[in-house]
């Protein structure tokens, strides 16, 4: 398994372009399931989890091709059963079942694991569809459904910690091609929901109050071949701006939504970062100390879980106490005993994440053990005086393209170590 060697210590200067947002190119991949003509989607990242959901689809019988951030997909003949190995192994792929029921009438999808930030149950994915008049049943590891043909429903969505991402998306994708309207009550609102129901709007779906927490669909016969560009990933975005304030530099970041993650930007104004908009790009500085400053997660537009990692990282360099608050996973703090592997000292009380910044950060090697707790890590091992190995990279490799290339660019010190 593969690591980064990090020498700390160095600001990062230069310009940065952000990669295609993982979060989207996902359900939109699943959605080209939806029709048997042609899909061509740009600006995909080169992602070990895209090249993952493209090895599905092909189990499905599609026709796939990646080539220079351009993926084709053609779906002309499709089973409703899958290699479930695969399937398992990644949590996103949860969201091929509904446009698998749509097209086929039945689907067989393996139970999705659940992932080191919290069990990640699949039953409002489940009540959503069955609503739909599936019948879904669970047994042995896998998820059995068949319909006649759904058919149009009104259904609230929202859990116990808001709305489900991918279960809007399932849901939304099921509903293109079902008989009748369907009402999604409690939708989710990210960007992410809103690229993949622009993207089924131009196959032909019909789909209103896109953006919003109610969501009407009203099903079509067929849905037809479509090009798209994926919006772009405003979770590397603020990864980015993150690392560019923890190691006091100046970066220009090109081809960030700021309109996508404005709860980011305005918390780490409190901080004390500067991000100037300037015609498409942002520059981002930090001329001063970091203040500490409290967040806590929720569902868009509030302040994402997926940068909770990243902000934590930078804090424990401010100049005082902050409080994160977890609000959507029941365990999203494993990047914490690694932290304080490098000096910070945090202390955990349920949900929250007290942490006490300002003491120096020295390297030391630690453990990735989830994509975003793998982003905090880098980050504070850039602002760590001395040698930072972070080990388990390939939980990184699921979600930044080509990080290291990226950062090296900026002046970083960090160096792939092939695996041991
Ligand atoms: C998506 O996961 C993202 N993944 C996650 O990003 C992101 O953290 C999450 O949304 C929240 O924004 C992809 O889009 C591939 P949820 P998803 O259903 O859809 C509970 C990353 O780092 N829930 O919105 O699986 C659930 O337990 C990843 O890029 C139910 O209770 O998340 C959680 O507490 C990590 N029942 C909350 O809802 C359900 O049926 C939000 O989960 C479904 C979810």
């Not at 070990?48 to 351009?70: H, N, P, W």
């Not at 109050?209 to 990933?233: C, F, K, M």
């Not at 967040?295 to 509030?302: F, I, L, Q």
Request: hydrophobic fraction near 45%; charged fraction near 20%; aromatic fraction near 4%.
């Amino acid at each position: 398994m593969d690591s980064f060697l990090i020498e700390g210590g160095r600001p990062l200067h230069g310009e940065v372009t952000i990669s295609g947002s993982k979060n989207a190119i996902l359900p939109i991949l699943a959605a080209t399931l939806l029709t048997p003509d042609t899909c061509r989607i740009r600006g995909v990242p080169d992602l070990s989890d895209v090249r993952f959901m493209l090895q599905i689809l092909e189990s499905l019988g599609a026709e796939t091709k990646f080539e220079r951030g351009m993926v084709t997909v053609r779906a002309a003949k499709v089973r409703g059963f899958g290699d479930y190995e695969l399937i398992r192994k990644m949590r996103g792929s949860i969201c091929i079942l509904g446009p698998l029921l749509a097209r086929c009438c039945e689907a067989r999808v393996s139970l999705p694991g659940g992932c080191v930030i919290g069990t990640r149950p699949i039953d409002l994915h489940l009540k959503g569809l069955r609503a739909l008049k599936a019948r879904i049943t669970v047994e042995y590891g896998y998820i059995n459904a068949t319909t006649r043909r759904l058919a149009g429903t009104t259904v609230f969505l929202g859990g116990r910690a808001g709305p489900t991402v991918l279960g809007t998306a399932n849901l939304m994708m099921a509903a293109t091609l079902a008989t009748g309207v369907t009402v999604i009550e409690s939708a989710a609102c990210e960007p992410e929901v809103t690229d993949l129901a622009n993207f089924l709007v131009s196959m032909g779906a019909k789909i209103q109050g896109i953006g919003s927490p109610t969501l009407t669909i009203t099903g079509v016969d067929r849905l037809n071949g479509t090009d798209h560009e994926v919006i772009p990933d405003r979770i590397e975005a603020c990864t980015f701006i993150c690392a560019a304030a923890a190691t006091r530099g100046e970066v220009i970041i090109h081809g960030a939504r700021p309109d996508h993650f404005a709860a980011v930007i305005d918390k780490l104004r409190e901080a004390g970062v500067q991000i100037e908009r300037k015609a498409g790009t942002l520059r981002v500085t930090r001329p001063g100390k970091l203040k500490p400053a409290d967040v806590t997660t929720m569902p868009y537009a509030g302040f994402p879980t997926d940068v909770q990692a990243q902000f934590m990282a930078l804090m424990c360099l401010a100049q005082g106490t902050s409080v994160i608050t977890e609000r959507i996973f029941e365990s999203r703090f494993m990047h914490v005993a690694e932290l304080m592997r490098l000096g910070a000292e945090i202390a955990i009380e349920g949900p929250n994440a007290i942490v006490k910044g300002g003491l120096p950060l020295s390297g030391a090697p630690v453990m990735a053990s989830d994509l975003r707790a793998s982003a905090a890590l880098v980050i504070a091992g850039l602002a760590a005086k001395g040698k930072t190995q972070v080990h388990r990279i390939y939980h990184l490799d699921r979600g930044y393209e080509r990080m290291e290339e990226k950062l090296r660019k900026l002046g970083a010190k960090i160096l792939r170590v092939a695996g041991e």
